[in-house]
């Protein structure tokens, strides 16, 4: 996993749009990349729902949280729908995995992402890392909380 | 702001929604969960304390928010109104419309009219809130879930709770 003090890899990744978004359109944010393994997968709608609904104050401390995972942007777009969620979700479907690896969250036995949280600054420094036990175990959203407090100290 | 930083999950209060005598276990769980529904008949019949907490999510669950204000407004205006409404929610998923509400509130004897300005009322949601928020600081991360002894219970939730009753 990627340490706390590095500079967040640059990318540039498909939205559930299908347009490019890169890091560097976060400047000046604070920015929660949440890696997580499947669309669809009970367990990660589950915690994505969970993300949605403390999306507003996620924005009120000032951060925007994006998902990733290496389904495509068609899947994304569906997955999105089927939850009703608002979040931007990127595809790092092709070169499969690549940024997730760049970010030491891909499980290459398993072929996609372990459930990760990383909080990259205004200035596009990784200050919080979290990377799940299991990828059956969800980080509750008060750990983006306390990681947001954390960071503003 | 609401603070939504790690906290303990609160203790059971007066203002919570308890039933049974036994261990006591607290669960947090979304009225429109089709696994929470499933589960609730086995859970409600443990020889345990069960404090139920409100934990919509409503993006997900579109009727999740409607269902929980009802259940408080039901106890508004019924000693037993929350359980009642409570279980007859779980007892027929099928039917969560507002009319379907409405024929559910009748068949208790609540009066309408107060049930639909109660359920809709602000005193109701921040009730409702109050319940996630405190849900989303322990850490709680789907439904249904549930504490035991103030911790957690990773895994089958039947069965942890199922151990925990005295044999």
Redesign the interface.
Known sequence: MIEPGSEAPAFTLPDHRGEDVSLSSFRGRKLMLCFYPNDFSPVCGDQLSVYQEVRPQIAEAGAELVGISTDGSWAHNAFRKQLGLEMTLLSDFHPKGEVTRAYGAYIEERGHPNRSLVLVDEQGIVRWVHESPSPLEIPGANLIFDALDQVSQ | ???????AVPPIGPTDHVRGSGPEAILYLDLACPRCAAEWPMVKRLGLRLCVRHFP????R?RSLALHAAAEAAALQRADGFWALWDSIYADHGHLDDPHLWERARRLGLELTRFDADRRSEVVAARVQAD?RGG????????PTAFIGGERI?GDLLASLESEVPL
């Not at chain 2, 702001?1 to 906290?7: E, I, T, V």
């Not at chain 2, 999510?57 to 997900?60: E, G």
């Open positions: 702001m609401a603070d939504l930083r790690s906290a999510l409503a993006a997900k579109p996630f989303i600081r322990a850490g709680v991360a789907g439904t990773a």
